[in-house]
């Protein structure tokens, strides 16, 4: 059983930053597939950010050119760095690597 924490999520204004970790309990550098989802109250869960298994990386529209996807492989973890974040951006954002999920971490932004 693999596990995946998320951690980094908490409580920001409008236009400020926040950087979300996603800590694997195996090793990385072999994943085809690292993502990014998240889960707003009342809607479906929607990939926000995932590097795949062509080796590129894929956005949503909602979040080019203000979030950033990356990894370490040596740290088993990758990462989703959101700048200018609106309230829209709020929910819970889970990790996910093809099989496991991670258990989430609330991102609430205020206006």
């Known amino acids: 059983q693999v596990q995946l924490v998320e951690s980094g999520g908490g409580l920001v204004q409008a236009g400020g930053s926040l950087r979300l970790s996603c800590a694997a309990s195996r090793a990385i550098a072999s994943i085809n597939f690292m993502g990014w989802y998240r889960q707003a109250p009342g809607n479906q869960r929607e990939l926000v950010a995932a590097?795949?298994?062509?080796?590129?990386?894929n956005y949503a529209d909602s979040v080019k050119g203000r979030f950033t996807i990356s990894r370490d492989n040596a740290k088993t973890t990758w990462y989703l760095q959101m700048n200018s974040l609106k309230p829209e951006d709020t929910a819970v954002y889970y990790c996910?690597?093809?099989?496991?999920w991670g258990q989430g971490t609330q991102v609430t932004v205020s206006s």
């Open positions: 590097f795949t298994v062509s080796g590129t990386t």
């Open positions: 996910h690597d093809g099989v496991y």
